[in-house]
């Protein structure tokens, strides 16, 4: 299968979003749909790495092609990840069924 | 006595070893705000049990909206939990719905399931009513 597609999920803090789908962008994601949401972190483990988690999160999901994945979580990481202010969690899933706008094929 | 009691006990037998299971999906459907509750009636006449809905922002690129004709970014997502042999189905009703118009369009994926905990809750979400 040719189109196979991967579903790339992403919590951060929020307002961190923008920043999430520029990175995605520039590496050919077409759009993504972001959630508010609320964090429940592990107070322990928030003093134990001295780090504070802030509850209000935006989570993101953004369908790619499967050739595209790494560069776009990539791109994601080095903007957002755990390491930044955004602290972004990212994990991909293999989507079995895809139904909507096909790809525009690049010339 | 106690071998008595023994005997009386029906055999326990695990309800994957006595039914045929059939695989489930996460269908996460994504389309514009307001119209969830169309395609929550398609999935209700399909047998889905079980369908959550929740609101969200679309972030696709100007290009694409303008392609689309869309410029109201707002969305409604519906995570519902549907069995493998209604997916064909449901993929046909999903791409008639999202060619209706250029207002009507939305994405739809779906993800599978490795694990549910509970017989009731398996039974619940495939709709098994002659179990």
């Known amino acids: ?107 | 006595m106690k071998a008595k009691k023994e005997e009386k006990q029906e055999k326990f037998v695990p309800y994957e070893k006595s039914h045929k299971l059939e695989k489930m999906k996460l269908f996460v459907i994504i389309v514009p705000f307001g119209q969830a509750q169309t395609i929550e009636k398609y999935l209700f006449n399909l047998g889905v049990t079980a369908a959550f809905c929740s609101t969200g922002e679309g972030t696709g690129t100007r290009e694409m909206y303008e392609v689309l004709g869309l410029s109201d970014s707002k969305k409604q997502a519906i995570f519902t939990i549907v069995k493998e042999s209604i997916v064909p189905q449901l993929i046909e009703k999903l791409k008639h719905r999202f060619s209706v118009s250029k207002y009507s369009k939305g994405i739809a994926f779906s993800v599978d399931i490795t694990s549910v905990v509970g017989v009731s809750i398996y039974k619940y979400l495939v709709n098994n009513r002659e179990v």
Request: net charge negative.
């Open chain 1, 1 to 107: 299968m040719d189109n196979e597609k991967e579903l790339i999920v992403c919590i951060i803090n929020n307002g961190f979003s923008d920043l999430v789908m520029d990175a995605a962008r520039k590496e050919g994601a077409k759009g993504g749909t972001i959630f508010h949401a609320r964090g429940t972190g592990n107070l322990e483990m928030e003093k134990f790495f001295g780090i504070s988690i802030s509850p209000e999160k935006e989570m993101i999901l953004i369908v790619v092609a499967k050739e595209e994945r790494d560069h776009v979580v990539n791109a994601i990481y080095k903007e957002a990840g755990l390491d930044t202010k955004g602290q972004g969690i990212i994990f991909t899933l293999p989507v079995s069924d895809f139904v909507g706008p096909q790809p525009i094929p690049r010339h």
